[in-house]
């Protein structure tokens, strides 16, 4: 890795990252997938079909995030030192719509798909900070109407958030970092690719090979809680030793 102090460096993390905080993957054998119908509950059409349906799927995990003990792990807290003390920009583009990269302390953040604490207006496209229930009834604060709210998540066939920033960063990173997610779900499992094209030395951090590992110009493999801390330590040497 021929990486100078200072070079743009871009992060991308998915459900991985905070399966070690006590948060489902999606993939995996025990994931979010193996026990709900991604047609039903991540699409527009899911949410016409049912609405209830969808929004219970969320609240749900809104209420885990918010009541139970689940806290940023060892890896979040590295990602936010290494923004904190690297002298150049660490832009981290999560896919996760918890909020554990900010509590861990990263401030220089994209949610790509969206965010469980947050509502969106169906009527005005208004975002707001929402911790509670979305409910059939629930009243838009925008358009004043009842039942006016869905989650602010990105689903199938929805535009990811911010993409022309994203794609801004990635072609001006010299290190493009993957960390927790398959690759299986597009655009962000082309990323490395762009960055690659131009210019970019680009490493994965994965429990396991991902669907494009062989992409990769380093991949290594094991827990995020382990891998991420060592890395960051890695990047940081370059500081120290210059
Ligand atoms: C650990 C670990 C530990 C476990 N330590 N690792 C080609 C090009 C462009 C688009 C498409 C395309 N083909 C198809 C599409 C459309 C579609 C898509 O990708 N479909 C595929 C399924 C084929 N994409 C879309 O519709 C997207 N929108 C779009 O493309 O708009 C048009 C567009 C075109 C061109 C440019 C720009 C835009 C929207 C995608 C929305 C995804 N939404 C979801 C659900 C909503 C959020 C939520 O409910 O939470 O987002 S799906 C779900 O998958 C969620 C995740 O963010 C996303 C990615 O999952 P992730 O994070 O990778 O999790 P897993 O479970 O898959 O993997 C976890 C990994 O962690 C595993 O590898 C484990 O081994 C590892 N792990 N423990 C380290 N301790």
């Given at each position: 890795m021929n990486l100078k102090p200072g070079d743009p460096i871009l992060v991308l993390t998915g459900a991985g990252i905070s399966k070690?905080?006590?948060?489902?993957?999606?993939?995996?054998?025990?994931?979010?997938?193996?026990?709900?119908?991604?047609?039903?509950?991540?699409?527009?059409?899911?949410?016409?079909?049912?609405?209830?349906?969808?929004?219970?799927?969320?609240?749900?995990?809104?209420?885990?995030?918010?009541?139970?003990?689940?806290?940023?792990?060892?890896?979040?807290?590295?990602?936010a030192a290494l923004e904190r003390t690297w002298p150049g920009e660490v832009l981290l583009v999560t896919q996760n719509i918890d909020d554990l990269h900010e509590r861990g302390g990263s401030a220089n953040l994209i949610h790509m798909h969206g965010e469980l604490l947050k509502a969106r207006c169906l009527d005005t496209g208004s975002v707001f900070d929402w911790r509670d229930d979305i409910t059939l009834d629930s009243r838009s604060p925008a358009s004043g109407q009842s039942g006016g709210l869905r989650p602010h998540i990105v689903w199938f066939g929805e535009m990811p958030i911010e993409m022309d920033r994203i794609y801004d960063a990635l072609m001006t990173c010299r290190l493009f970092v993957s960390i927790g997610t398959s690759g299986h779900v597009y655009p962000a499992a082309g990323f490395v690719q762009q960055a690659s094209m131009a210019g970019a030395w680009t490493v994965e951090l994965n429990l396991e090979a991902s669907s494009g590992h062989g992409l990769f110009d380093e991949a290594i493999h094991g827990p995020a809680t382990e891998l991420v801390p060592a890395f960051v330590d890695r990047l940081l040497a370059h500081v120290d030793a210059a």
């Open positions: 070690e905080s006590g948060l489902d993957t999606f993939r995996d054998a025990d994931g979010i997938w193996a026990k709900h119908d991604l047609a039903d509950v991540a699409t527009p059409d899911g949410f016409r079909r049912n609405p209830a349906l969808v929004l219970d799927f969320y609240n749900a995990r809104r209420r885990q995030l918010t009541e139970q003990d689940v806290q940023p792990n060892a890896a979040h807290r590295a990602l």
